[in-house]
């Protein structure tokens, strides 16, 4: 199956720093890409669509300078935690589709501190 | 909107116990209905899918039915094993459309 993949799987940071999240499609090209958040033991909550070659779309709630999006090719989105507080940390998963189907990222467990 | 519903959790089971996870959905047309695991500390990979009714979509042991006169898609294995302990999530993407629609997910937990 489509394989997409997600950098870095952890990462730590201090409080005010912003910190970039990557989501590749390895073997495919997605124009769309989803990104969601997930609270310990909830669903995933979506965010945004990442759209390739212009403005992501943004969920209601979604704080769009705080969570910048880009999707400058057909096989990378980005997504950049911006002046990061401890309420930010959570795991992030990005997914992409194809066919009707939509594959998964591994995550990205970020912590603030 | 679009929305789907699935049995809260935890649901415990011991091994070799029979599993039921039951999820209905809520949307226009013939959406593409799916059942999603994750296991600790990982993102999401795909179970096993159905896309038009009456389809049955089965992956190591488990298997789901499209029934679109009670709109379900109860997950099913006849028999667990501790390594299937993990979250659960159904999802549906409407017809001719590319956005998930997450149901709340439901733990499993398989003691031996």
């Known amino acids: 199956g489509a394989v997409v993949s997600q950098h870095p799987s952890r990462v730590i940071c201090k409080s005010g720093t912003s910190v970039k999240i990557e989501c590749r499609s390895l073997?495919?090209?997605?124009?769309?890409m989803f990104w969601y958040r997930q609270f310990p033991k909830q669903s995933l909550m979506l965010m945004a669509t990442s759209n390739e070659g212009s403005k992501a779309t943004y969920e209601q709630g979604v704080e769009k300078d705080k969570f910048l999006i880009n999707h400058a090719s057909l096989t990378l989105s980005t997504l950049t935690v911006t002046s990061a507080h401890p309420e930010d940390s959570s795991f992030y998963i990005c997914s992409a589709g194809r066919h009707a189907e939509a594959f998964f990222g591994q995550g990205t467990r970020l912590t603030v501190v | 909107g679009d929305s789907v519903t699935q049995m809260e959790g935890p649901v415990t089971l011991s091994e070799e116990a029979f599993l039921t996870i039951n999820c209905t959905y809520t949307?226009?047309?013939?959406?593409?209905l799916f059942w999603y695991v994750q296991y600790p500390g990982e993102g999401l990979q795909l179970l096993l899918k159905a896309t038009k009714a009456d389809d049955k979509g089965s992956n190591k042991g488990f298997e789901a039915t499209y029934r679109k006169e009670t709109t379900s898609f109860h997950l099913e294995k006849g028999s667990v094993q501790v390594s299937d302990s993990a979250v659960y999530f159904c999802a549906l993407i409407r017809e001719y459309g590319n956005k998930l629609v997450f149901g709340a997910g439901t733990i499993l937990r398989v003691k031996s």
């Open positions: 949307a226009t047309g013939y959406p593409s």
């Open positions: 073997d495919f090209q997605a124009t769309t």
